[in-house]
């Protein structure tokens, strides 16, 4: 088993900055990648970031490139996104997911365990 625990949600007014954590304990030597993704109401949650543990690859969607950036710290089992110049559209709540092995990385279904969400709101 893996837990996860998001903070670092917040309201912001747009072109602002949030950074958020992802904290990982239990069997975490198992995790493979780690990922972001994000659901704004009525639709679905959608792929943002991920970072292979080991290694530390970074990968991200198109909507975030540039202005998210995904890191991790493997001795605090720890996960961040950095986020800067935040939209309305950024609006959402943010889940962190492990990933044991998948190679599949952008998908929801890749990720075998899931954090309880942290809400980000980006004001006009």
């Known amino acids: 088993q893996v837990q996860l625990v998001e903070s670092g949600g917040g309201l912001v007014q747009a072109g602002g900055s949030l950074r958020l954590s992802c904290a990982a304990s239990?069997?975490?030597?198992?995790?493979?990648?780690m990922g972001w993704f994000r659901q704004a109401p009525g639709k679905e949650r959608e792929f943002v970031a991920a970072?292979?543990?080991?290694?530390?690859?970074?990968y991200y969607a198109d909507s975030v490139k540039g202005r998210f950036t995904i890191s991790r710290d493997n001795a605090k089992n720890t996960m961040y996104l950095q986020m800067n110049s935040l939209k309305p559209e950024d609006t959402a709540v943010y889940y962190c997911?492990?990933?044991?092995?998948?190679?599949?990385?952008?998908?929801?279904?890749?990720?075998?365990?899931w954090g309880q969400g942290t809400q980000v709101t980006v004001s006009s």
């Open positions: 997911a492990a990933n044991l092995g998948k190679v599949v990385i952008t998908t929801d279904r890749s990720y075998d365990y």
């Open positions: 239990g069997r975490t030597f198992s995790i493979y990648t």
């Open positions: 970072v292979r543990w080991s290694g530390g690859s970074t």
